[in-house]
């Protein structure tokens, strides 16, 4: 049988070495069916997370040849071939072990945004009517399978560290399906320029780039968040941005 | 004395897919205090994969659907070892339930006039599955999660229970330790909950990830709860079987609901073949009529494809079996032959399995829209579990409650498709209503230091064992022992011996060994794992073996028929005195008068 090499980060907080291994690769496989046989031939207290192994769940979020991945979807064999196959944790994260961070900043910073609240009843019996194309654009948002890929290749958040000042594209895909959703009346603009700092956002559109459910966190989420801010605060770049595409 | 971290609440829910979260979320309403833990992060239980729907009898698509049909469908799936009062509860509070999801901020597909939309699914008379294209449990868990933080819940990620601990007679908590630093943590808890799911990792191929270790049964059972209908196990009729490394990942019954048909190696649409009597009359006697239902043609009965799941899979086992099988030994599921019907099918598809089309486009090189699939069947679900009383969730030992898949009594000797994440809603929340109750009238209680230090004691001793395995390797051969000889068909040669395997597998995983530290370590995770797993085998061997009948996902090829006898008790699993499973054969509760009423009148 084929075989393909790994290296693997292992080691914890402390400092973080790469290991080498070697494994039997069979058709079809994933990096981490690679990775679990790994864990249960050679190396058994190998951390790694993972559940639904059908980019699911967003659990096995690692860097793939220093590239954002869920590993349950990448392919051995889309990777160069002969070639050892570096396997990294998140970096925009602090390090746990091996393959998994600490990504409880994320849970914490998503109870900061308020939360849903819907509109009053449409019938009498107490639900909402809503059309397809209204619940299409939201559905976009709400298939995020929150692996915070996109959190860990925004630089933003991987190299300046904000994360006290910035919620990250993660949070504001989360937002832009707050609202948008046709029943949602909460306001949120304040909050995003000031406390979720969408401001720091320059638009590289690297997170739309690594999301694995194809979402267009930047077109279709930070964009149009970006525009309801400065509908609401006074602006003059906006005015002049205005005029010239000749619109409102 | 080590000490340990300690936390007190009126309540602690163990688990946080559907049924925990719900369960969690209702506690709470309640006032009073909550804990909820689970063994990897907030959203990434099972429940998250769940694709097809929930089913929920709110009559939006067709009218004629109501609460007692929806009864009467459950009953008729679990082939009447249902406990009725369950499935009547079930049916008639799930309307509710997913209507609350909305009011929370989820966002189901709709129909033309801005209802909810619903799907046909297997055994479902009319369409009845709320649903998100095919990922409705994650729009699930998420709208549980996004409202349930806001509830004031204490949340421990990545942290699992290995013990509940037991005091005058009743359950006061739990022990068990937190995955980052291996350190142990000590619950204490007027009530418990278990959420805990499933027991799909004791087979080879199956749909369940490496969390479904049987953990809440096994707790259970040690604590003295009373485990019930261990035997059936649904194995779902479609999984995917190529290539080697994605078999077992479930391909959505809701492929065969948007007209997905069932074909051999010969082309033949088997499932035609054979239709068992309970169904004749609901199910289609020709292509274009069973075309037509799948379409919303009320005057159309469903094709054989939507039988349930039991039959399925055993139609496709015999395919298999008898030489029509494809090459890689499954059959082929077709959506693309609906070009022929539709016009946009290939976007049709798209559109109704994203999902679908994406797992087979990225792991198989297979494009839906224009090839069939190649499936087989997959473990999947396990109708058996904790004992409980049907309108409180409590099971047989007082201050322990048990909700969603870990729990018994719904589903009888086959579940529907869909009828499990409306389970989850609406037994979580009586779960967390009557734990919160039970929490109010009862005071808490603290257990001695000395129980705690053995309770962590025999959690490390793993680092000391000298076997020859590791904890990985012994998982590998229970689930190649249970996959061979406590499958989808059984019989008692069989599994004898899978009786004399598992003594053996348990001495080797009582030694396995362990290496590195406490730190997040999947080897000692799964060592301590593994020995849920070794219980809940066993229960399910020994019921399998008890029940010398063919029903329900429960198939004797020994006993392959039924007779008058057939069907008229639950197997119930105890620990003896002695420390030993006690089985024993209960007979089945006499249904209500209305409710073998409503069963007549839908036969
Ligand atoms: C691929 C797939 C598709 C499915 N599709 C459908 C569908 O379309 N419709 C439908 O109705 N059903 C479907 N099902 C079934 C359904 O999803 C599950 O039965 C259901 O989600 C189980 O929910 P639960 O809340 O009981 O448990 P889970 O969601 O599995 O949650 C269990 C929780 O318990 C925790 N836990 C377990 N052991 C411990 C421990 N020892 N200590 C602490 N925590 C613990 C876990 O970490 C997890 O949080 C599907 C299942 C699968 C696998
Ligand atoms: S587009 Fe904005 S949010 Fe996305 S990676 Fe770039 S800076 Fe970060
Ligand atoms: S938006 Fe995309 S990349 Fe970011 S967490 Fe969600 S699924 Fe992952
Ligand atoms: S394991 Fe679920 S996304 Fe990879």
């Known amino acids: 049988m084929p075989s393909a090499t790994f290296q693997v980060q292992r080691g914890g907080a402390g400092g973080g070495r790469l290991e080498t291994y070697t494994t039997e690769v069979a058709e079809g496989m994933v990096v981490l069916d690679a990775v679990l046989q790994i864990q249960a031939e050679q190396a058994p207290d190998l951390a790694v997370r993972w559940n639904c192994k059908a980019g699911r769940c967003g659990s096995c979020s690692a860097e793939i040849n220093g590239m954002p991945k869920l590993m349950c979807m990448t392919r051995l064999s889309d990777l160069p071939p002969g070639k050892p196959i570096l396997l990294q944790p998140m970096k925009a994260f602090p390090l746990i072990k091996d393959l998994v961070t600490d990504v409880s900043w994320n849970f914490r910073v998503k109870k900061m945004i308020k939360k849903f609240k819907p509109r009053p009843p449409d019938a009498a019996d107490g639900t909402w009517r809503m059309a397809q194309e209204d619940v299409d654009r939201v559905q976009e948002f709400r298939k995020c399978i929150e692996c915070f890929l996109c959190q860990d290749v925004c630089h933003v958040l991987r190299e300046h560290h904000l994360f006290e000042e910035f919620i990250g594209p993660r949070f504001f895909v989360h937002v832009a399906s707050l609202e948008m959703h046709p029943l949602d009346v909460e306001d949120r603009r304040e909050e995003l320029k000031k406390a979720d700092g969408i401001g720091y956002c320059n638009i590289t559109k690297c997170c739309t780039q690594v999301c694995p459910e194809d979402i267009h966190i930047t077109d279709n989420a930070i964009i149009p968040l970006k525009e309801r801010v400065v509908d609401k605060f006074y602006d003059p770049l906006k005015r002049l941005f205005g005029r010239w595409r000749g619109k409102k | ?258 007209g997905g048909i069932l074909l051999n190696n010969q082309g033949r649409r088997f499932m035609f073949d054979d239709i068992p009597a309970l169904y004749v009359n609901q199910t289609a006697d020709n292509e274009e009529e069973g075309w037509r239902y799948t379409q919303g043609d009320k005057n159309a009965r469903r094709p054989p494809e939507l039988l349930t799941r039991d039959h399925v899979a055993r139609c496709i086992v015999r395919e298999i079996k008898e030489g029509r099988g494809t090459a890689h030994g499954g059959v082929l599921l077709d959506i693309s032959w609906i070009k022929k019907k539709l016009p946009h099918a290939e976007d049709h598809i798209r559109k109704k399995l994203p999902g679908m089309y994406h797992q087979f486009l990225k792991l198989a090189d297979i494009d839906i829209t224009r090839q069939p699939m190649e499936v087989g069947p997959t473990t999947h679900y396990i109708m058996g579990g904790i004992r409980v009383d049907a309108d409180t969730q409590m099971a047989t030992v007082p201050g322990l409650f048990a909700a969603g898949e870990c729990a ?196």
């Open chain 2, 1 to 258: 004395m080590p000490s340990y971290d300690t936390h007190t609440y009126d309540v602690l829910v163990i688990g946080a897919g559907g049924a925990g979260l719900r369960a969690a979320i209702e506690a709470s309403a309640h006032g009073v205090s909550v804990g909820l833990v689970c063994k990897s992060l907030l959203g990434k239980a099972h429940t998250v994969m769940a694709e097809g729907g929930i089913a929920a009898a709110l009559s939006y698509v067709d009218d004629r659907d109501n609460w007692k049909v929806h009864f009467a469908d459950t009953m008729r799936g679990g082939q009447y070892l249902n406990n009725g009062r369950m499935a009547e509860l079930h049916a008639k509070e799930a309307p509710e339930r997913v209507l609350e999801l909305e009011a929370w901020g989820a966002l189901f597909d709709r129909t033309k006039d801005g209802r909810i939309l619903q799907r046909n699914f297997g055994g479902h008379k009319y369409p009845r599955l709320v649903h998100v294209g095919d990922r409705t449990g994650l729009e699930m868990i998420r709208t549980l999660q996004d409202h349930g933080i806001y509830q004031g819940i204490a949340v421990h990620m990545e942290c699992t229970i290995t013990t509940l601990l037991k005091e005058e007679g009743r359950v006061v908590g739990a022990f068990g330790y937190e995955r980052e630093k291996g350190r142990f943590l000590v619950f204490f808890a007027k009530a418990v909950i278990l959420a805990t799911g499933g027991i799909g990792r004791a087979y080879k191929i199956t749909s369940n990830s490496w969390e479904y270790t049987g953990d809440g049964h096994a707790l259970a059972f040690h604590a003295g709860a009373e485990l019930m209908d261990m035997e059936f196990v649904q194995f779902h009729p479609t999984g995917m079987i190529w290539p080697p490394s994605v078999r077992g990942i479930l391909v959505t019954e809701g492929v065969r609901g948007e």
């Open chain 2, 408 to 603: 018994a009594g719904l589903h009888g000797a086959n579940r529907l498709g869909g009828n499990s994440l409306s389970d989850l809603l609406v037994f979580g929340k009586r779960a967390g209503e009557y734990a919160a109750q039970f929490a109010k009238e009862n005071k808490s209680v603290t257990i001695s230091g000395e129980h705690l230090d053995q309770y962590s004691r025999e959690a490390l001793r793993y680092f000391e064992t000298e076997g020859a395995d590791n904890s990985f390797q012994v998982q590998a051969d229970l689930q190649d022992m249970m996959q061979d000889l406590v499958g989808i068909v059984r019989n008692e040669a069989d599994m004898l011996r899978a009786v004399e395997e598992l003594k053996k597998l348990k001495e080797r995983a009582a030694n396995v060994r362990v290496t590195g530290n406490r730190e997040f370590n999947p080897g000692w995770h799964t060592a301590l794992d593994l020995q849920n797993l070794l219980t809940v085998s066993e229960a399910v061997t020994l019921a399998a073996l008890e029940r010398k009948e063919s029903l329900g996902a429960h198939f004797r090829e020994d006993y392959p028929d039924r007779d008058e006898k057939s069907g008229k008790f639950n197997i119930v699993i105890r620990k003896s005195e002695e420390g030993w499973m006690e089985l024993r054969q209960e007979a089945l509760p006499e249904l209500p008068a209305e409710l073998q009423h409503i069963i007549n009148e839908m036969k």
